[in-house]
T-cell receptor, first 114, second 112 residues
Framework: KNEVEQSPQNLTAQEGEFITINCSYS?????LHWLQQHPGGGIVSLFM???GKKKHGRLIATINIQEKHSSLHITASHPRDSAVYIC????????????????FGKGTHLIIQP | SQTIHQWPATLVQPVGSPLSLECTVE??????LYWYRQAAGRGLQLLFY??????ISSEVPQNLSASRPQDRQFILSSKKLLLSDSGFYLC???????????FGSGTQLSVL
């Protein structure tokens, strides 16, 4: 079973700061997901990446497959970025291109103060 | 476009009462469907998944069951709720062979 570790668990920063959230996993994967969960509970998929780097607005996600590590960066952070950020890696539920589930990290609770 | 509906958003139930949470997907066909639970202070955990009508697999033993009576409908049930069933339940779907996973808005279940 893949172990997914995130750090830090909690992060409070001032508006405008550069934010980094880290994720490491124990078993090689094909892709990694970064998700955002708002206080109401709804989850939105931010990125799915299998190599290199992806950028969407002020969010940047990087992954190093060899080191089994990914980072999520937020540039020019804003209070509306406050949320729980979760990384997740897939695992096969059965072989032959069948269903796969996700193993989730416990999340990083980010608070951006104005 | 594809959408996923999950209801109710919140639910407070007494111990021993039944449970039925419903999830429906629109705009796609033959999706893989998933029920996840997020207990307080813990990460999301896969409870059930389904690759087709009537096909249900459970990842963890528990007091809950799932059913898929139609292609795009996934139901999470219990005959008698336990206190430990409290948590945040999320339905999700994806197409087989595709990586992207789409989540419902979740149900916050409190068992008292």
């Amino acid at each position: 079973k893949n172990e997914v570790e995130q750090s830090p668990q909690n992060l409070t920063a001032q508006e405008g700061e550069f934010i980094t959230i880290n994720c490491s996993y124990s078993v090689g994967i094909s892709a990694l997901h970064w998700l955002q969960q708002h206080p109401g509970g709804g989850i939105v998929s931010l990125f799915m990446l299998s190599s290199g780097k992806k950028k969407h607005g002020r969010l940047i996600a990087t992954i190093n497959i060899q080191e089994k590590h990914s980072s999520l960066h937020i540039t020019a952070s804003h209070p509306r970025d406050s949320a729980v950020y979760i990384c997740a890696v897939p695992f096969l539920l059965f072989s032959g291109g069948g269903a796969d589930g996700l193993t989730f990290g416990k999340g990083t609770h980010l608070i951006i103060q104005p | 476009s594809q959408t996923i509906h999950q209801w109710p958003a919140t639910l407070v139930q007494p111990v021993g009462s039944p449970l039925s949470l419903e999830c429906t997907v629109e705009g796609t066909s033959n999706p893989n469907l998933y029920w996840y639970r997020q207990a307080a202070g813990r990460g999301l955990q896969l409870l059930f998944y389904s690759v087709g009508i009537g096909q249900i697999s459970s990842e963890v033993p528990q007091n809950l069951s799932a059913s898929r009576p139609q292609d795009r409908q996934f139901i999470l049930s219990s005959k008698k709720l336990l206190l430990s069933d409290s948590g945040f339940y999320l339905c999700a779907w994806k197409l087989q062979g595709r990586e992207k996973l789409f989540f419902g808005s979740g149900t916050q279940l409190s068992v008292l």
